[in-house]
């Protein structure tokens, strides 16, 4: 059976805005573009064992929406917060396996 990583088109951090807590879109890196779809698809985001479906448009700029405000209330995700992305393309999908940035703190 493949493995996650067989299917992994891209990786990219992203610091959460106002914009992206606030609102229903979530607007993917432009240097990733070239190994995304240019075409709309169904997308899944996995984060702390749970799935959050939502649609990916591919336009003049690419993005999650129709579901992306749903996965920021139930995970209580806050303006500053620091995700990393692994994207994969599998079949009928996008998946994006999403973590928590871990703050590192330094400690004199």
């Known amino acids: 059976m493949p493995k996650v990583q067989d299917y992994t088109i891209a990786f990219f951090e992203k610091k959460l805005t106002k914009s992206y807590i606030e609102n229903d879109d979530f607007i993917l890196p432009t240097n990733i573009l070239d190994v995304l779809p240019k075409y709309e698809k169904e997308a899944v985001v ?63």
């Open 46 to 108: 996995i984060f702390d064992n749970g799935a959050f479906f939502m649609k990916y448009k591919f336009g003049a700029k690419a993005r999650l929406n129709k579901g992306w405000k749903d996965f920021v209330d139930a995970k209580g995700l806050k303006e500053g917060n620091e995700l990393r992305f692994q994207v994969c393309d599998v079949e009928d999908h996008l998946t994006f396996i999403v973590h928590m940035k871990k703050e590192i703190i330094d400690i004199d």
